[in-house]
T-cell receptor, first 112, second 111 residues
Framework: AQSVSQHNHHVILSEAASLELGCNYS??????LFWYVQYPGQHLQLLLK??????LVKGIKGFEAEFIKSKFSFNLRKPSVQWSDTAEYFC??????????FGKGTMLLVSP | NAGVTQTPKFQVLKTGQSMTLQCAQD?????MYWYRQDPGMGLRLIHY???????DQGEVPNGYNVSRSTTEDFPLRLLSAAPSQTSVYFC??????????FGPGTRLTVL
């Protein structure tokens, strides 16, 4: 079965620290991968997506993710987090015409 | 474009009551989805539709019905609400490129 797993449920960082959130997927073949962010009390917003091409994907707000096919991974990174990055982050993916599968989310708390 | 809209934003039901969560999109997307979001569970797919007149079950369909009479609308019906259905419900539509657009959500509490 298709699945997406996120390594950490909670991450706490200080401002200016670097961020890496892990995501692994279990799809075969062509895969489409996403990172979404959900700020407190708000709905999901797309941070970035990978469909094909350059495996290093740049998204909004200084986030980027790297697709590593050999590791089935799509980790999210940001060199220096801000307090305003406090949110829940979801990795998601689908293959072919399948439905989108979400990871369980990582809650990021950035302390000022 | 309004994107994906959902009503109501908040709802409180008593066990056994029925209700319909409304979802509409004005982007002419064929694919539409209903998810529920629960703490620590991520988003789980309830039902989805690949076009008008075509629906299918997702991961957690029990207790919910959907219909898709038009491309724009994809209502979710709770037949007999249960406390286990207390959740935040998101509707989404998918464009041909694969990107999904999410509605603002409906926070449902079942007492």
């Amino acid at each position: 079965a298709q699945s997406v797993s996120q390594h950490n449920h909670h991450v706490i960082l200080s401002e200016a620290a670097s961020l890496e959130l892990g995501c692994n997927y279990s799809y075969g073949g062509t895969v489409n991968l996403f990172w979404y962010v959900q700020y407190p009390g708000q709905h999901l917003q797309l941070l970035l997506k990978y469909f094909s091409g350059d495996p290093l994907v740049k998204g909004i707000k200084g986030f980027e993710a790297e697709f590593i096919k050999s590791k089935f991974s799509f980790n999210l990174r940001k060199p220096s987090v801000q307090w305003s990055d406090t949110a829940e982050y979801f990795c998601a993916g689908y293959s072919g015409y399948s439905t989108l599968t979400f990871g369980k989310g990582t809650m990021l708390l950035v302390s000022p | 474009n309004a994107g994906v809209t959902q009503t109501p934003k908040f709802q409180v039901l008593k066990t056994g009551q029925s209700m319909t969560l409304q979802c509409a999109q004005d982007m002419n997307h064929e694919y539409m989805y209903w998810y529920r979001q629960d703490p620590g569970m991520g988003l789980r797919l309830i039902h989805y539709s690949v076009g008008a007149g075509i629906t299918d079950q997702g991961e957690v369909p029990n207790g919910y019905n959907v219909s898709r009479s038009t491309t724009e609308d994809f209502p979710l019906r709770l037949l007999s609400a249960a406390p286990s259905q207390t959740s935040v419900y998101f509707c989404a539509s998918r464009e041909t490129s694969g990107r999904e657009f999410f509605g603002p959500g409906t926070r449902l509490t079942v007492l």
